[in-house]
T-cell receptor, first 116, second 109 residues
Framework: DTEVTQTPKHLVMGMTNKKSLKCEQHMGHRAMYWYKQKAKKPPELMFVYSYEKLSINESVPSRFSPECPNSSLLNLHLHALQPEDSALYLC???????????????FGEGSRLTVL | GQNIDQPTEMTATEGAIVQINCTYQTSGFNGLFWYQQHAGEAPTFLSYNVLDGLEEKGRFSSFLSRSKGYSYLLLKELQMKDSASYLCAEKSNAGKSTFGDGTTLTVKP
């Protein structure tokens, strides 16, 4: 069983809806990530939080809004999405972002998003 | 993935050995990861290299040459369950991991 929990596992939303994806880890990791993965493609980094502060935003459109309420939780708020945003959204955590294999990523099972 | 190259597909026979190569850009390099991803599942960590040489972990080994910007993942005694996508990921000094496009390995009886 993964130690990174994501909810919901599946989400269908219209282009005018507002929804949120949630991610939780209790491994004491201080870095958390959002990745987007399309079919037969590798995960693409969206955001990195380090010690609850946003450290990397890979030029993600503002219709995706991340939030890190505390060191164990990471949310991704979705608003006015497009059909091309349909993908698997993976949350990951790591001990840190630097220093040896501290960057090993522990992935959740993902939230499969369909935008109609 | 940007500046990370690995073969798209490979096929091997059960019980055999297969080597999956990966080349990456060397500037800002801070480590090389290999992940396994089965269809419909999340990636799982296999190995990490930051110094030159071979890291062995059971049936899986990973090699790194920093000067050449080159790594490989070696899978021995292949099993059917090893059929999956294998992702090479470079970690940068900025702390982010960038994935290659992945190599889809098919193990045949």
């Amino acid at each position: 069983d993964t130690e990174v929990t994501q909810t919901p596992k599946h989400l269908v939303m219209g282009m005018t809806n507002k929804k949120s994806l949630k991610c939780e880890q209790h491994m004491g990791h201080r870095a958390m990530y959002w990745y987007k993965q399309k079919a037969k493609k590798p995960p693409e980094l969206m955001f990195v939080y380090s010690y609850e502060k946003l450290s990397i935003n890979e030029s993600v459109p503002s219709r995706f809004s991340p939030e890190c309420p505390n060191s164990s939780l990471l949310n991704l708020h979705l608003h006015a999405l497009q059909p091309e945003d349909s993908a698997l959204y993976l949350c990951a955590s790591s001990h840190g972002t630097s220093g040896g294999n501290a960057g090993e990523l522990f992935f959740g099972e993902g939230s499969r998003l369909t935008v109609l | 993935g940007q500046n990370i190259d690995q073969p798209t597909e490979m096929t091997a026979t059960e019980g055999a050995i297969v080597q999956i190569n990966c080349t990456y850009q060397t500037s800002g390099f801070n480590g090389l990861f290999w992940y396994q991803q089965h269809a419909g599942e999340a990636p799982t960590f296999l190995s990490y290299n930051v110094l030159d040489g071979l890291e062995e972990k059971g049936r899986f080994s990973s090699f790194l040459s920093r000067s050449k910007g080159y790594s490989y993942l070696l899978l021995k005694e292949l099993q059917m369950k090893d059929s999956a996508s294998y992702l090479c990921a470079e970690k940068s000094n900025a702390g982010k991991s960038t994935f290659g496009d992945g190599t889809t390995l098919t193990v045949k009886p």
